[in-house]
């Protein structure tokens, strides 16, 4: 079998440290198969499937379930991610250790969508987690600051009336998870960073030599705060759209290297729960399929990032904070081939229908993105192909 690859660019397979594929428990908005159909063709060789399941990633039970299922799909290696709590944020640490010993082999853990607001209670997850040599991969939202809350309380909030998520809620747990990961000399990492403050916090903390990493969205890198303006609710995403300085605060942040990785916070919904009100309607959106767009859009397009930075973004340093073996390697004679062949010049017109992901949500509906996937291959395998999925036989 020949593929054309002429003009195009062979990077290793992307890692993506944050999806929601909603199995088990909302599997009308997402399967580990629908998840791994748009993972896959979006040139993802690895995920790691978030904790806020149903039930809560929180055993090994589940944590071994999604794994298995993964490889039973074939399409790219579904890593769980274990609950730091028992049932999301919760007052008592879930057994860790239990979970990185499974099939599942739990290397990262996360409240998602929670944060785990406890001082204490996540200086002893982060000593256990150290212990057993897993991260702590925190979603920094102080709920006490975020209650009800769908957007800063800059300028468009206001105007729209719509309830503030400060800045404060992000950055503080960020700066006392810094401290914390500084006193019990562990790691920690920051999902979804998505004010220059965060940035800044980040940036201090890894000049003081503390152990800590950050990931930023797609969407966070593209969309500000003026898509509120609409009321639309598929722009409501935790955390919130920022505004344009926050926008180029993250953007720089990741050239820099001050924010290591991309991670697309995939977040599935169905459609009864985004066409609702603002107030009401879930927060999240779709990232696996547009990903790779998204960060030639912002980042290469303008010159902040070339495609060895891309491989760096979207593949390397992901993989390098959580250890995976075999995965975002620079391409070396006797890797494993984890590859995605992009075309640079080729553009695309996003349109949910014919997306993989069950839902809908995409911010970027009728948006036309550059570059596109070519091809996906896990292990030597094709997973995907000119849009479309190819299924082990
Ligand atoms: O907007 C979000 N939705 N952010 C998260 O981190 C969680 C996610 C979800 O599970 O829907
Ligand atoms: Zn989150
Ligand atoms: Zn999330």
Same mark, same amino acid.
């Given at each position: 079998?020949?593929?054309?690859?002429?003009?195009?660019?062979?990077?290793?397979?992307?890692?993506?440290?944050?999806?929601?594929?909603?199995?088990?428990? @909302?599997?009308?908005?997402?399967?580990?198969?629908?998840?791994?159909?748009?993972?896959?063709?979006?040139?993802?060789?690895?995920?790691?499937?978030?904790?806020?399941?149903?039930?809560?990633?929180?055993?090994?039970?589940?944590?071994?379930?999604?794994?298995?299922?993964?490889?039973?799909?074939?399409?790219?290696?579904?890593?769980?991610?274990?609950?730091?709590?028992?049932?999301?944020?919760?007052?008592?640490?879930?057994?860790?250790?239990?979970?990185?010993?499974?099939?599942?082999?739990?290397?990262?853990?996360?409240?998602?969508?929670?944060?785990?607001?406890?001082?204490?209670?996540?200086?002893?997850?982060?000593?256990?987690?150290?212990?057993?040599?897993?991260?702590?991969?925190?979603?920094?939202?102080?709920?006490?600051?975020?209650?009800?809350?769908?957007?800063?309380?800059?300028?468009?909030?206001?105007?729209?009336?719509?309830?503030?998520?400060?800045?404060?809620?992000?950055?503080?747990?960020?700066?006392?998870?810094?401290?914390?990961?500084?006193?019990?000399?562990?790691?920690?990492?920051?999902?979804?960073?998505?004010?220059?403050?965060?940035?800044?916090?980040?940036?201090?903390?890894?000049?003081?030599?503390?152990?800590?990493?950050?990931?930023?969205?797609?969407?966070?890198?593209?969309?500000?705060?003026?898509?509120?303006?609409?009321?639309?609710?598929?722009?409501?995403?935790?955390?919130?759209? @920022?505004?344009?300085?926050?926008?180029?605060?993250?953007?720089?942040?990741?050239?820099?290297?001050?924010? /290591?990785?991309?991670?697309?916070?995939?977040?599935?919904?169905?459609?009864?729960?985004?066409?609702?009100?603002?107030?009401?309607?879930?927060?999240?959106?779709?990232?696996?399929?547009?990903?790779?767009?998204?960060?030639?859009?912002?980042?290469?397009?303008?010159?902040?990032? /070339?495609?060895?930075?891309?491989?760096?973004?979207?593949?390397?340093?992901?993989?390098?904070?959580?250890?995976?073996?075999?995965?975002?390697?620079?391409?070396?004679?006797?890797?494993?081939?984890?590859?995605?062949?992009?075309?640079?010049?080729?553009?695309?017109?996003?349109?949910?229908?014919?997306?993989?992901?069950?839902?809908?949500?995409?911010?970027?509906?009728?948006?036309?993105?550059?570059?596109?996937?070519?091809?996906?291959?896990?292990?030597?395998?094709?997973?995907?192909?000119?849009?479309?999925? @190819?299924?082990?036989?």
């Amino acid at each position: 079998e020949i593929i054309e690859a002429d003009g195009q660019v062979l990077l290793p397979g992307f890692v993506d440290l944050h999806t929601h594929l909603r199995e088990p428990g @909302r599997e009308d908005t997402e399967t580990i198969e629908s998840g791994s159909a748009a993972a896959a063709l979006g040139g993802f060789t690895a995920v790691f499937a978030m904790a806020n399941t149903n039930p809560v990633a929180d055993s090994v039970v589940v944590t071994d379930h999604v794994w298995r299922r993964g490889q039973e799909v074939g399409l790219v290696d579904v890593h769980p991610v274990g609950a730091v709590t028992v049932g999301l944020a919760g007052k008592q640490l879930a057994e860790m250790g239990t979970m990185a010993a499974g099939v599942g082999a739990v290397r990262m853990f996360s409240d998602d969508g929670h944060c785990v607001d406890d001082p204490l209670l996540m200086r002893r997850a982060l000593e256990y987690a150290s212990s057993l040599g897993v991260l702590i991969a925190q979603h920094a939202e102080e709920p006490r600051l975020t209650v009800g809350a769908v957007a800063h309380e800059g300028p468009t909030a206001a105007k729209l009336g719509l309830a503030g998520w400060p800045r404060a809620a992000e950055e503080s747990i960020v700066a006392r998870d810094a401290l914390l990961a500084r006193d019990a000399n562990t790691r920690v990492h920051i999902c979804h960073a998505s004010t220059a403050g965060t940035v800044e916090l980040v940036k201090w903390a890894k000049g003081q030599g503390i152990s800590i990493t950050a990931e930023v969205t797609p969407h966070h890198l593209l969309l500000d705060d003026s898509r509120l303006e609409t009321y639309d609710a598929v722009n409501k995403v935790n955390p919130p759209l @920022r505004e344009a300085t926050d926008v180029a605060a993250l953007r720089q942040g990741l050239a820099d290297g001050v924010i /290591d990785c991309v991670a697309t916070d995939h977040a599935p919904h169905a459609e009864q729960d985004k066409c609702c009100e603002f107030a009401v309607a879930r927060p999240g959106m779709l990232g696996l399929e547009t990903a790779l767009s998204i960060v030639v859009e912002t980042m290469v397009a303008p010159g902040l990032l /070339d495609w060895r930075g891309v491989a760096r973004v979207l593949s390397e340093r992901p993989a390098e904070i959580v250890g995976l073996p075999d995965q975002g390697r620079p391409i070396e004679i006797g890797e494993p081939a984890n590859l995605v062949l992009v075309d640079p010049n080729a553009s695309w017109t996003v349109t949910s229908k014919d997306l993989a992901s069950i839902s809908a949500n995409t911010p970027y509906e009728s948006m036309t993105l550059p570059a596109r996937v070519t091809a996906t291959f896990l292990r030597g395998r094709v997973t995907a192909q000119a849009g479309h999925v @190819r299924k082990r036989d």
